[in-house]
């Protein structure tokens, strides 16, 4: 299958895929050009809005639109800057994970409930109790859900140890183990955690953790997680070396091992994905700026296959 551009008349970025009632259902981020500058804390990716699109043939099919699914000025707790969101399903309802930045700018992740697919979602009126950082992304498991988020730099995680604040940001030696993302189990009602926060370790091939040096392999943002032949496949993005990588583990709470690069670097400095089964193949959900001629925060949605090795290892995409 030839790489498609999925939303070519507008600019949307960090899918999230999820197969509900036969049709892939994407929620993207909703790009747009805001005029504020670029800068390390990711000012200029300042979206206000979600929409939702669906389809049900990934090579040719046509892409539905469902329109603005969520806006910041409906949620009662924000600041500003809607980022990477993520949709669960459970007993008849969906679940929109996202995060935001509250009134003192700190990230922190909130909840909307509707009762389909596309929405409209209701937001909860107070963030998740405990939740911080960016890039929620859910997996179900057996009747129980786990949340995997942050992200280093603009995502604040480097803010935090053990799950409290810090009075400032500080990051691990380089040698020392990289900052870890984080994994929950969510409560029954889908509106809380049901522990705390857990570090997800990732290890090198030698069982040693990541060390946070270590830019082309260790976490930054944009957790994604999806389970093949009874493998759990943690993915996500190195930030500053913009890679999408893997790593493997036998539980949803790790630890995983490092395996590879799905995807390297694309045009644009973040890069972010979804893996998705749908129709029996595997599909890598991703974003680069080729259409916006290399603007960073406007970014487009695109779609690959995405194939497997007999022994499981994922072949790596080609970029472009
Ligand atoms: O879209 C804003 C941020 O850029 C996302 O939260 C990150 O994953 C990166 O793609």
Not at 135 to 145: I, Q, T
């Amino acid at each position: 299958m030839k790489t498609r551009y999925l939303v070519p008349g507008d600019y949307m970025a960090d899918p999230a895929v999820h197969v509900f009632d036969g049709k892939l259902y994407i929620y993207p981020s909703h790009d747009r050009e805001s005029g504020i500058p670029e800068n390390d804390n990711g000012d200029h990716f300042d979206m206000n809005d979600y929409h939702v699109f669906s389809l049900e043939d990934v090579e040719t099919g046509e892409v539905t639109d469902h329109g603005v699914a969520l806006r910041v000025e409906d949620i009662p707790w924000a600041g500003r800057q809607l980022w990477d969101c993520d949709v669960a399903h459970k007993d008849g309802k969906y679940y929109m994970y996202f995060p935001l930045k509250d009134r003192n700018d700190i990230f922190r992740i909130g909840v909307a409930v509707a009762d389909r697919p596309e929405g409209p979602f209701v937001p909860q009126p107070d963030p998740i109790r405990g939740s911080y950082s960016i890039d929620p992304a859910v997996l179900e498991e057996g009747g129980k859900y786990y949340m995997y988020f942050g992200g280093i730099w603009g995502g604040q995680l480097q803010r935090y140890r053990s799950n409290k604040a810090l009075e400032a940001a500080a990051f691990p030696a380089d040698g020392e183990a990289a900052i870890c993302p984080k994994v929950v189990r969510l409560s029954d009602d889908m509106l809380g955690f049901a522990e705390e926060p857990r570090d997800l370790i990732i290890l090198d091939p030698n069982g040693r953790p990541l060390t946070q040096g270590d830019t082309e392999r260790r976490f930054f943002e944009a957790s994604w997680m999806h389970k093949r032949g009874g493998k759990y496949y943690y993915s996500y993005s190195t930030g500053d070396t913009h890679n999408i990588c893997y790593a493997t583990g036998d539980s949803p709470y790790g630890p995983f091992t490092y395996q590879g690069v799905i995807l390297p670097p694309v045009l644009g400095w973040t890069t972010h994905h979804a893996i998705v089964e749908y129709k029996g193949k595997w599909y890598l959900f991703h974003h680069d700026c080729v259409p916006s001629g290399g603007k960073t925060w406007l970014r487009s949605l695109k779609v690959v296959e995405l194939e497997y090795s007999e022994d499981g290892t994922i072949l790596q995409v080609p970029a472009g």
